[in-house]
């Protein structure tokens, strides 16, 4: 674990997400008191800022719930200093190596704890971090941990050659990479959900349950970033990293204990088991214009190449082949500018087969990991009163309503809090990675290849494509009311 002298480097510090994730949930941690006073926050970037230009520009994105909050802002402010330096010569880093040298001995520490945030662009993020290890690193004076953010590769040859200049230079153990769902409350709670509830082991299998989906909706399109996303569309940038983490915890099998590797062991398991996709039942989509034209098609973006069959909406179903789950579909569903902003889980289970109720729905269990985390179960009940009919009704755990008086951390916080930890459970290991990319690569291969089929079209605000409500039913989802 790190100790209360730790100092953590954000590299990147005059970016985009440094200022918009990485500042405010080390604002937020200091501000639920996981972060004390005496640890030292290095910005470090090629711009060329002043301490009080970074601290304006980070300032308007902290979260300031209550009047204390506030107060703590300015105390969270002097943490934080700032070095301007380039990426790609010895100079800034033996500076920084120097400043937290200086910090050390101020603070008279006996091993040096150091933190590297990389919230940088993949193009410079190996000569980063081989810079960092070479210049930075306390050796064994101390101890020292990377954070890296996605992207990880492109598809499976970019990762592996990614891999391959990042593992000699840093350890897995010194390693962490992020994939913030794993750090959303409702995601974090999908272990315990499923091993300390011992009814639903009983019936966590394809004897009971029908299908899953598994779904990711956006209701804005990629305004302003349409060049960035054009060579990485909805698969690569939700799919392939986000809802994967939340497919095998949701269906990897029980680990032998709760510490980091049993647990990434298992879901490289459930992932080995996955059946390479089929990309003739996929269904994708690229957003129009809104249907009262406010609102612009994704073509209409000056900055994506004219003709993009970039695609903005996908559905795909996959199989995984061990006892638990033969025969049980899943589907990934994903889409920007659609009618809502919703991650969700939904399992169906098996009607009831004896014969005595007629037209009853499924009982069907609903995670929403966001917004407003809940559990709910569509059961059926009797209608109370008089009337004998059936209708279906929730049992439904609402957070707002159940844990009102409780925090629940940003993603951020709760994985830059594991890292300080040393806890490596809600990190992606690079083993994960390969075998994610060796699914995917083929279907992208195939989506950006010259038999591309072309996306259809769905408008910014819909739910989707046309064909979505029969492609859900093909495939084992139906729609109950
Ligand atoms: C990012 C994607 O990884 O996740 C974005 O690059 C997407 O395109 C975002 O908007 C969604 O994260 P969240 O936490 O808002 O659901």
């Given at each position: 674990?790190?100790?209360?002298?730790?100092?953590?480097?954000?590299?990147?510090?005059?970016?985009?997400?440094?200022?918009?994730?990485?500042?405010?949930?080390?604002?937020?941690?200091?501000?639920?008191?996981?972060?004390?006073?005496?640890?030292?926050?290095?910005?470090?970037?090629?711009?060329?800022?002043?301490?009080?230009?970074l601290r304006t520009r980070i300032k308007p994105y902290f979260k300031t719930p209550t009047e204390k909050s506030k107060a703590q802002v300015d105390e969270f402010l002097k943490m934080v200093t700032y070095i301007s330096g380039p990426y790609d010569t010895p100079e800034g880093y033996q500076k920084l190596n120097s400043t937290i040298e200086e910090y050390d001995a101020a603070s008279k520490v006996k091993e040096?704890?150091?933190?590297?945030?990389?919230?940088?662009?993949?193009?410079?993020?190996?000569?980063?971090?081989?810079?960092?290890?070479?210049?930075?690193?306390?050796?064994?004076?101390g101890i020292a941990r990377i954070i890296i953010e996605k992207p990880f590769g492109h598809d499976l040859a970019s990762a592996q050659a990614l891999q391959k200049e990042l593992a000699p230079l840093w350890s897995e153990d010194e390693l962490y990479r992020i994939d913030h769902y794993l750090g959303k409350e409702m995601v974090k709670n999908l272990v315990p959900f499923r091993f300390a509830n011992n009814f639903l082991s009983a019936c966590w299998n394809n004897n009971f349950i029908k299908s899953i989906q598994i779904s990711f909706k956006e209701p804005f399109g990629t305004e302003g970033r349409g060049g960035y996303f054009d060579s990485i569309g909805i698969i690569r940038d939700v799919m392939q990293n986000h809802l994967f983490q939340v497919l095998t915890l949701l269906m990897m099998e029980r680990p032998v204990s709760f510490d980091a590797e049993a647990v990434r062991d298992e879901k490289v398991r459930l992932l080995k088991s996955i059946k390479p996709f089929d990309k003739d039942n996929v269904l994708v989509g690229q957003y129009t214009r809104s249907e009262d034209g406010s609102k612009p098609g994704y073509l209409?973006?000056?900055?994506?190449?004219?003709?993009?069959?970039?695609?903005?909406?996908?559905?795909?179903?996959?199989?995984?082949?061990?006892?638990?789950?033969?025969?049980?579909?899943?589907?990934?569903?994903?889409?920007?500018?659609?009618?809502?902003?919703?991650?969700?889980?939904?399992?169906?289970?098996?009607?009831?087969?004896?014969?005595?109720?007629?037209?009853?729905?499924?009982?069907?269990?609903?995670?929403?990991?966001?917004?407003?985390?809940?559990?709910?179960?569509?059961?059926?009940?009797?209608?109370?009163?008089?009337?004998?009919?059936?209708?279906?009704?929730?049992?439904?755990?609402?957070?707002?309503?159940?844990?009102?008086?409780?925090?629940?951390?940003?993603?951020?916080?709760?994985?830059?809090?594991?890292?300080?930890?040393?806890?490596?459970?809600?990190?992606?290991?690079?083993?994960?990675?390969?075998?994610?990319?060796?699914?995917?690569?083929?279907?992208?291969?195939?989506?950006?290849?010259?038999?591309?089929?072309?996306?259809?079209?769905?408008?910014?605000?819909?739910?989707?494509?046309?064909?979505?409500?029969?492609?859900?039913?093909?495939?084992?989802?139906?729609?109950?009311?």
């Open positions: 674990e790190f100790k209360e002298d730790t100092v953590i480097v954000v590299f990147g510090a005059s970016g985009d997400l440094a200022k918009k994730k990485t500042f405010p949930a080390l604002f937020g941690l200091f501000r639920e008191g996981f972060l004390s006073s005496s640890t030292r926050i290095i910005g470090y970037a090629r711009s060329k800022l002043t301490e009080e230009e040096s704890h150091r933190l590297f945030y990389l919230a940088l662009p993949p193009s410079v993020f190996t000569t980063v971090a081989a810079n960092l290890k070479r210049y930075v690193h306390p050796g064994d004076k209409d973006d000056e900055t994506v190449k004219p003709g993009s069959k970039c695609v903005t909406f996908a559905c795909l179903t996959l199989q995984v082949e061990n006892e638990r789950w033969q025969g049980v579909p899943v589907i990934l569903r994903a889409g920007k500018a659609l009618n809502e902003g919703k991650v969700e889980i939904r399992i169906q289970f098996r009607e009831n087969s004896n014969g005595m109720f007629k037209d009853i729905n499924r009982n069907e269990l609903v995670i929403r990991i966001q917004p407003d985390e809940a559990m709910y179960m569509k059961m059926n009940t009797k209608v109370p009163g008089i009337s004998n009919s059936i209708a279906v009704t929730e049992l439904d755990l609402s957070y707002k309503s159940r844990y009102s008086n409780f925090y629940i951390p940003e993603a951020y916080e709760s994985l830059i809090r594991d890292c300080l930890r040393g806890d490596h459970s809600n990190f992606v290991r690079d083993d994960e990675l390969d075998i994610s990319w060796s699914l995917f690569t083929p279907l992208l291969n195939y989506l950006e290849g010259p038999d591309a089929p072309t996306p259809q079209p769905y408008a910014y605000g819909s739910r989707g494509p046309a064909g979505l409500t029969d492609y859900l039913k093909r495939n084992g989802y139906v729609f109950q009311n």
